[in-house]
């Protein structure tokens, strides 16, 4: 779900231009497998709404909201939604296939329904045309956005509401045009030697990427200052937990600034975090950094026993893909 994570965003902040005059809203959810015993709806302006689930299993709840777009939050899953004026909403899906099992019943829901259905839409498309070559590939996602453009413009949804998907179908259309360009660059260096290191180990003297040898080793590359890095650690301590003992490292390098080499090391402390922890030397442009174009965090490099890439940039902690993809080479 990486990809899609990310695109969800870009159509989210495309999507949540709307908002008119605030109108009560009364909003139910029955949800089978459930991430969490509290369901989250964020709006701009830092609108917010926590429902926690009752004695029956049932996320219930009435507020006032102005209507526009929102994000739906079950524990890391989410969906946008749109909410209008005196809406009732009941909401029902199976967390374990969460975009599949997403439907929306009631008064106003037509939009939302809409939004869960494209952000599917948008995932099947993804998987299927990242298989196919650079020429297929730019045919494909051209006849996507024209297809979508044209299916909206023909709906009988508001003017406001086909404004803002018009709008993030040209976001989407960007986005995956340039992650496909990532995963066809990444592609070129699997199975290649992986550039090397000699960091400072937070236990003391250095460490080199030929000390793993013989060893699996996930690299996750972040920085105490960096909020997406610190949201992984909970994952990643997991990771470590169920794979202890297994032929694999799990190498975290700061790339914090030397200067703040204590705040990192009174992090890991603090934090008490496992595996190898390591302090790069020159933060952004230590040669690791610079050599896998490291140019946001985090960043996960997965690599094999002979110091090989497996994964150029690797799945998150958070995705459950990168369990499946390690329990099938550690098993």
Known sequence: MKKLFVAGLVI????????????SIK???????RNSDTLIIKGRDNFEKIIPIDKKGVFATAFDAPQGFYVLYDGKESSNLYLKPNSEVNLTLNAQEFDETIVYKGKGVEESNFLA?????????????????????AALLDGKLKSDTEKIEKSDFPAEFKTALKRSFESFHQYVAQDYERVLKSNKFIGKASPSFDYENYKGGKTKLSDFKGKYVYIDLWAIWCAPCRAEIPYLKKLEEKYHGKNIEFVSISIDKLKDSEKWRKFVADK?????????????ESEFIVNYNVTGIPRFILLDPSGNIVKYDAARPSDPELDKQLTALLN
């Open 27 to 33: 909003f139910t959810a029955t949800i089978a497998n």
């Open 272 to 284: 008490s975090l496992g595996g190898t922890q390591l302090l790069a030397d020159k933060d952004w």
């Open 12 to 23: 989210f902040n495309t999507l949540n231009i709307v908002a008119q005059d605030t109108n």
């Open 117 to 137: 259905q494209q952000a599917l839409k948008d995932e099947n498309f993804t998987k299927e045309a990242f298989t196919k070559e650079p020429n297929e590939f």
